[in-house]
């Protein structure tokens, strides 16, 4: 009869792993859906700002011989110092979510020191911290609570001082990885090379607004676009993170309440054989027994 007790128990404490399962994976679906009217919200705006940067870099080149100018733009060759900026969750339990944007992250060092450069960690997410800190590897900067819920004015205060230090010569690249959102089912990692901005990427276009601007100013007007463009990518980084996360989180919460029905019914198997063999036993004992007194 132990055995069938411990049985009875195990079923017990799966079935509850199957509803806090089931309950996390209605959450996540619930919070995944609002990170999406979110993420369509800030695809608009980011339209607007590369159309308006595209029509900018345009008139430029229309009128501008040898390209656009200022640091912003400055290609190196073989970067000196490289600032990787990542973004892990905050919290677990969403498969393989945060191990693939720490992969990556670990292959972009080993490949940037192999070529010579300096890398300076910049890390948002508990998780990439944790894992980072324990690895031994220093981190320039670490923010917890941002990725778990973005924040533009945060975001924009992180991602500045990164940006300062590239003006000012302490760094020569900066670049954003994390895994992002594709649909319900799918992530896919995401390496953004921020700084210095490749204007060849703004193609050129048809100045369809009312916008009539020498080179000179242009540049003015587009280096001061530029800081709203590099803080957008920053936060639309961290919502497109956390729609991933959901997601993510969702496949694995689904996986686990299907793995925990499973379990329950072998279980409930080896309860059901477990019983039949108590009462065969105690059947055969009380004929034995009957046997015995005849």
């Known amino acids: 009869m132990a055995n069938l007790k411990e049985i009875k128990r195990k079923i017990g404490s799966v079935k509850n792993t199957q509803k806090t399962t089931r309950a996390m994976k209605l959450v996540s679906t619930a919070k995944l859906r609002r990170t999406e009217e979110l993420a369509k919200r800030s695809r608009s705006y980011e339209e607007a700002i590369n159309q308006t940067m595209s029509e900018i870099a345009s008139s430029i080149r229309k009128y501008k011989v040898g390209g656009i100018q200022g640091r912003y733009f400055e290609e190196s060759e073989l970067p000196a110092v490289v600032d990787i900026i990542f973004i892990t969750a905050d919290k677990g339990l969403c498969g393989g979510f945060n191990f693939q944007t720490i992969k990556t992250v670990r292959n972009l060092i080993a490949d940037y020191e192999k070529r010579g450069s300096k890398v300076r960690l910049k890390a948002i997410g508990k998780k990439g ?26 975001a924009a205060q992180f991602i500045e001082t990164t940006v300062q230090e590239f003006l000012e010569g302490e760094s020569d690249k900066v670049v954003l990885v994390h895994n992002g959102y594709k649909n319900m089912i799918t992530q896919e990692m ?13 193609k050129d276009v048809e100045v369809t607004s009312m916008m009539e601007l020498e080179p000179d100013e242009g540049e003015k007007v587009l280096e001061s676009l530029i800081n709203k463009y590099i803080e957008f990518n920053m936060y639309y980084a961290l919502i497109d ?8 989180r969702m496949q694995a919460m689904d996986a686990a309440t ?16 477990a019983r039949q063999e108590s ?6 004992e009380i004929i034995s027994g009957m046997e015995a007194m005849k």
């Open 258 to 273: 299907k793995n925990a029905k499973e379990m329950v019914e072998k279980l409930t198997i080896s309860y059901n054989k």
């Open 241 to 248: 993170s956390l729609a991933a996360e959901h997601s993510a």
């Open 129 to 154: 911290i944790e894992f980072f800190r324990f690895q031994g590897y220093p981190l320039e900067s670490a923010v917890v609570g941002l990725s778990s819920s973005p924040d533009y004015k945060r």
């Open 279 to 284: 009462i065969t036993t105690e059947l055969i």
């Open 190 to 202: 995401k390496q953004i090379d921020l700084l210095p901005i490749d204007i060849t990427a703004f």
